[in-house]
């Protein structure tokens, strides 16, 4: 994109034109390496929206499009969301009474997210070597990694920090005042939570909530390891192992601290996933590295207080219940409209005990939950039916499928980004940033398989 601004005129010669060129590809890049800017001013999440206009523009203008692999299926997903608007006027038996304009606020910014997703997919794909090196796309993938570790370390150590954001203050407060428009506009560093027993914070800055926050730093930390592996961070072999060895060793204290067990299966998970694809290409050494790093940090971690809150954390599931009744009640509703869902969630009456118990001044924790918050599977469920949520796994299965001969560092770190949408989808909500990196993931892996066609092709 090309910015040309006026020149004042010299007092001999004729005006001239000052041009003011951006990068290609600059539209990704502020997205994530100014995101703690975007967090701050309360555009967070709301920056994939802004930032898609100039995608949408350069990909209009570089018209033939290329889409990726599978794209008729995400096509699909997202007819099926537009339809759900269809169905937020129903209000199904055991739910809060709604109305089509007090639903159609989150469902309109769940539909834009998803649109800006597509469209950056589409341009990080469409871009070529040399306006987007697949290597700076790690990277900032990499920088997000850090930028969360520090999140969540500020978490720990200023648990009460949040501030009324300039977009918060510009929003009506009847907007402003609702509670999903609040995750998103409201910067905090953390979210305090009954979790083990008794109030305690739980790491989630620069995101909206501490799940979404377990979420991408297990995703984010992935492309660090990445980069690690294609040369980056530094020029020395024995620097580079050991800059990543200090920086997964800090992230483990705001990873443990955030209490988020579906996050600590998931890092387990892609350990193992990734020992198999060492194996598979006889990498042992590379193998045994891993896995020594893997025994000291697990000692270190029994040895330190972060040892008891995992054991505290184990001790007290109490989200178990909840989960449980949320999943069951998200299968009663869809079991009602199973082809298109109802368009997004619903709020339930009273709470797992009884109907009677619902949130109030004295209890606000009481009660009242949104049946369709405790998973992507489980909002798409409620949201989009059977077909809808079968049309969005199948596009990050097919992706699995088609990239599988992938071995690259980028091909293995992509495969296991779709393999963990697919995993975490079962305890964590996706929409914006855990699906901006799953997308990443697939963008990459695309990129990857067109240079393999051109290099074969030359």
């Not at 001239?16 to 390496?33: M, T």
């Not at 499009?65 to 937020?88: D, I």
């Not at 990543?244 to 996933?273: H, T």
Request: positive net charge.
């Amino acid at each position: 994109m090309t910015l040309v601004l006026p020149n004042p005129a010299t007092e001999n010669g004729p005006r001239r034109r000052q041009v003011l060129r951006l990068p290609p590809g600059w539209p990704f890049i502020a997205i994530f390496l100014f995101f703690p800017i975007w967090w701050a001013l309360g555009l967070g999440t709301l920056i994939f929206v802004v930032m898609a206009v100039p995608m949408a523009v350069h990909l209009w203008r570089r018209r033939p499009v290329r889409l990726p692999p599978g794209f008729g299926l995400w096509a699909l997903f997202l007819v099926w969301l537009v339809m759900g608007w269809f169905m937020l006027g129903i209000n199904p038996v055991g739910t809060v009474t709604g109305t089509v304009p007090g639903r159609s606020l989150a469902w309109g910014l769940r539909l834009a997210n998803y649109l800006s997703l597509t469209v950056m997919l589409l341009y990080v794909g469409n871009l070529t070597e040399r306006e987007l090196p697949r290597r700076r796309v790690v990277g900032l993938m990499a920088w997000m990694f850090v930028v969360t570790v520090a999140g969540g370390l500020a978490g720990i150590l200023a648990p009460n920090f949040a501030f009324t954001s300039p977009v918060e203050m510009l929003l009506p407060h009847s907007i402003s005042a609702n509670q999903y428009v609040q995750s998103i506009v409201h910067p905090a560093t953390s979210q305090v939570q009954d979790v083990l027993g008794y109030s305690a914070p739980r790491p989630k800055a620069p995101f909206e909530y501490t799940n979404y926050w377990g979420n991408n730093l297990s995703m984010t930390g992935l492309w660090f390891v990445c980069l690690v592996a294609l040369g980056g961070v530094a020029r020395r072999k024995e620097v580079r192992w050991a800059v990543l060895v200090v920086a997964l060793g800090v992230a483990v204290i705001p990873a443990i601290w955030s209490l988020n067990r579906g996050m600590w299966i998931g890092v387990g998970l892609s350990i193992g996933y990734l020992s198999v694809r060492l194996a598979l290409r006889r990498r042992i050494g590379l193998l045994i590295a891993i896995l020594v790093a893997m025994v000291t940090l697990l000692a270190a971690i029994v040895l330190t207080p972060l040892g008891g809150v995992i054991s505290g954390r184990l001790d007290n599931p109490r989200s178990n219940e909840i989960r449980s009744s949320l999943s069951q009640q998200t299968l009663d509703l869809v079991g009602r409209s199973p082809i298109l869902g109802y368009g997004s969630t619903r709020t339930s009456l009273g709470s797992p005990e009884s109907l009677a118990v619902g949130r109030s001044a004295q209890c606000p924790r009481c009660g009242n939950f949104i049946i369709g918050s405790n998973g992507q599977l489980w909002q798409l469920l409620v949201s989009v039916g059977y077909p809808g949520s079968a049309l969005y796994f199948l596009f990050f299965g097919y992706g699995i499928w088609r990239f599988r001969r992938d071995r690259s560092a980028i091909g293995i770190t992509g495969s296991l980004s779709l393999f963990l949408a697919c995993f975490y989808a079962l305890f964590y909500n996706a929409v914006p940033s855990p699906l901006a990196f799953y997308l990443v993931g697939f963008a990459m892996l695309w990129r990857n398989e067109q240079a393999a066609v051109a290099e074969g092709e030359r």
